[in-house]
């Protein structure tokens, strides 16, 4: 705001200054009818720009929801990548916890200490760790994967993961 005033009154210093060195009435005339000319055209410029970033970055009113809008393209019939569910494994994170605690008593042990809130060892913690590293790993591959195939590489895998070091 200071700014703008500040320039507003320079240009107004500086059109009664450069008007001191023109001579005659008639071009006197002519030469104030162009610094206000200037003048509007710089205000003009000025409000447009601004009006411009005011209105682009508040969104308006709302209206209403318009009609819905043509169908895509019909899908491949038996693709499924994307979704785990045809897969037959909803959750693969949670079939291979339970599956390793079914399968290991080790682990088994560890996650009855963890749900009574009990401390763990350092080598109790060193098999969590493996095994939540080891999840990550699974589920990533789960997705392409049924149900028998995840558990099958869970049981051939499962000893390597709790005694590595």
Same mark, same amino acid.
């Given at each position: 705001?200071?700014? $703008?005033? @500040?320039?507003?009154? !320079?240009?107004?210093? !500086? @059109?009664?200054?450069?008007?001191?060195?023109?001579?005659? +009435?008639?071009? *006197?005339?002519?030469?104030?009818?162009?610094?206000?000319?200037? !003048?509007? +055209? =710089?205000?003009?410029?000025?409000?447009? @720009?601004?009006?411009?970033?005011?209105?682009?970055?508040?969104?308006?009113?709302?209206?209403? $929801?318009?009609?819905?809008? $043509?169908?895509? %393209?019909?899908?491949?019939?038996?693709?499924?990548?994307?979704?785990?569910? =045809?897969?037959?494994?909803?959750? =693969? *994170?949670?079939?291979?916890? &339970?599956?390793? @605690?079914? *399968?290991?008593?080790?682990? $088994?042990?560890?996650?009855?200490?963890?749900?009574?809130?009990?401390?763990?060892?350092?080598?109790?913690?060193?098999?969590?760790?493996?095994?939540?590293?080891?999840?990550?790993?699974?589920?990533?591959? =789960?997705?392409?994967? &049924? *149900?028998? %195939? +995840?558990?099958?590489?869970?049981?051939?895998?499962?000893?390597?993961?709790? &005694?590595?070091?």
């Amino acid at each position: 705001m200071v700014l $703008r005033t @500040a320039l507003a009154i !320079f240009f107004v210093f !500086f @059109a009664i200054i450069m008007s001191q060195f023109i001579k005659g +009435v008639k071009v *006197k005339i002519m030469y104030w009818m162009i610094i206000a000319l200037l !003048f509007l +055209v =710089c205000l003009n410029i000025y409000m447009t @720009a601004s009006y411009y970033i005011k209105i682009r970055n508040n969104p308006g009113i709302k209206g209403e $929801r318009g009609g819905p809008g $043509r169908s895509g %393209q019909k899908g491949a019939r038996g693709v499924c990548v994307l979704n785990t569910k =045809c897969m037959e494994v909803y959750d =693969c *994170k949670s079939l291979i916890k &339970n599956t390793i @605690a079914e *399968k290991s008593l080790i682990y $088994r042990e560890i996650v009855k200490k963890m749900d009574r809130n009990q401390m763990l060892s350092g080598q109790d913690k060193r098999i969590v760790e493996n095994i939540d590293s080891y999840v990550e790993i699974l589920a990533e591959k =789960c997705k392409n994967m &049924n *149900k028998e %195939q +995840v558990i099958t590489e869970i049981s051939e895998s499962l000893d390597v993961v709790i &005694n590595k070091q």
